[in-house]
Structures are given as structure tokens and as C-alpha cells.
T-cell receptor, first 115, second 114 residues
Framework: DAGVTQSPTHLIKTRGQQVTLRCSPK?????VSWYQQALGQGPQFIFQ???????QRGNFPDRFSGHQFPNYSSELNVNALLLGDSALYLC??????????????FGPGTRLTVL | AQSVTQLGSHVSVSEGALVLLRCNYS??????LFWYVQYPNQGLQLLLK??????LVKGINGFEAEFKKSETSFHLTKPSAHMSDAAEYFC????????????FGAGTQVVVTP
């Protein structure tokens, strides 16, 4: 049973560019949440997708957007990259259908470096 | 708004000694509480969770945590530290109507010395 997978593993971009990160949830999960973890800090909630819609959003600017596909996979897009966007981006999945919506499984993350 | 406080950003323990990591939360109602572990360059792994059942929760790798409503605490313990316990530990909370939105503490780095 594959867990949460994310791609790419590492990414280097320059300021002002745009980036897309991808996530496939754990088998049987229908909900995907994204987190940003800056170096030396705890993860910060960006947003959550359920039924292909953004259900909740944290305190992040509109430069951060996302999408969920019919197969429950998800993308995180960040426009106009800033140096401060350098972080580990974590994807987590859970299942409302299975009643385990509060138990989130995390992927290995994508390390984004903005130069 | 809920918040999570982890006391101590770094903890050093001797192999075989007790591991105690402290977590306090602020919430108007008892939330769902979690402890995650993160090894270098990896994602987060769930150690244990409290979901309003037993107040003493047992997790993986010999860890356990006790929910104390009166103290709004959810401290993590392990009776005997192992070298493989060296990692960063995060306490997190979510509220019943905000499933999927975890609020994390700043983390505690655990170092285990021989």
C-alpha cells in the first residue's frame, strides 16, 4: 500500500518564477492538506482540498493556490516566488469517507529553494 | 484561535533515561491532539493521537502521552531512550470542526547521548 507521495523531491527556482508541486494521497484517502515548513520551524497549514474544492485556508497570500483532481491527487502552485518561500512543502492526506479525517498521513515533502 | 506551546526547543537525554517532552495547548474545547516525529530530511510520522477516548494514549516505538484537561497539557514520554529516538518531535492540535487543519508547535529536537 503506497503512502503519500510527492514530486519533485527537490526544486530550485529564482525569485519571481512560478512553481508547481504535486501530491498523491494514500490509497483510499479523499482529502489533501498542504503545509509549509521553514527551516527550524513547525509546519504551517496552507490549505486543504476535499471534493476538488478548497475547504479551509491558512494565513497565506493568494500567490499560493491549489487544485485537486478527480483521482484525489493535488497540486500546489506558488506564483511570483520570494526568497521567503524557501521551505519544505509537506502534503498530508486523510479520509472523511473512512471516518479517519483527523488522522493525517504525511508525505516526504518537496524541498523548494528560491535564489 | 488555538495555539500549541512546546517547552524546550532542544532536549538532551542519555541512552536508557526517561524522555519527557512537554506540550500545552489553548483551546476552548478539548481538541484532537497528536505527536509527530520527523527524522532528518523526511516527512512527519504519527507517533500517537488523542481523540477523546482514554486519557493515556500509547503510541509506536514505546512512546505514550497523557491528556490532562485541567492543565491543557499533552506531554509525551518514553521510559527508556534509544539512540534511534534522536529526531525532532512536534505536538499538534486540530479542532473537531477543522479536521485536516493541524496547528503545530515549534518542535523539540531530541539528542540521545551514549
Amino acid at each position: 500500500d503506497a503512502g503519500v507521495t510527492q514530486s519533485p523531491t527537490h526544486l530550485i527556482k529564482t525569485r519571481g518564477q512560478q512553481v508547481t508541486l504535486r501530491c498523491s494521497p494514500k490509497s483510499g484517502h479523499d482529502t489533501v492538506s498542504w503545509y509549509q515548513q521553514a527551516l527550524g520551524q513547525g509546519p504551517q497549514f496552507i490549505f486543504q482540498y476535499y471534493e476538488e474544492e478548497e475547504r479551509q485556508r491558512g494565513n497565506f497570500p493568494d500567490r499560493f493556490s491549489g487544485h485537486q483532481f478527480p483521482n484525489y491527487s493535488s497540486e500546489l502552485n506558488v506564483n511570483a516566488l520570494l526568497l521567503g518561500d524557501s521551505a519544505l512543502y509537506l502534503c498530508a492526506s486523510s479520509s472523511l469517507y473512512l471516518g479517519t479525517e483527523h488522522e493525517q498521513f504525511f508525505g516526504p515533502g518537496t524541498r523548494l529553494t528560491v535564489l | 484561535a488555538q495555539s500549541v506551546t512546546q517547552l524546550g526547543s532542544h532536549v538532551s537525554v542519555s541512552e536508557g533515561a526517561l524522555v519527557l517532552l512537554r506540550c500545552n495547548y489553548s483551546s476552548s474545547v478539548p481538541p484532537y491532539l497528536f505527536w509527530y516525529v520527523q527524522y532528518p530530511n523526511q516527512g512527519l510520522q504519527l507517533l500517537l493521537k488523542y481523540t477523546s477516548a482514554a486519557t493515556l494514549v500509547k503510541g509506536i516505538n514505546g512512546f505514550e502521552a497523557e491528556f490532562k484537561k485541567s492543565e491543557t497539557s499533552f506531554h509525551l514520554t518514553k521510559p527508556s531512550a534509544h539512540m534511534s529516538d534522536a529526531a525532532e518531535y512536534f505536538c499538534a492540535v486540530s479542532e473537531a470542526d477543522s479536521w485536516g487543519k493541524l496547528q503545530f508547535g515549534a518542535g523539540t529536537q531530541v539528542v540521545v547521548t551514549p
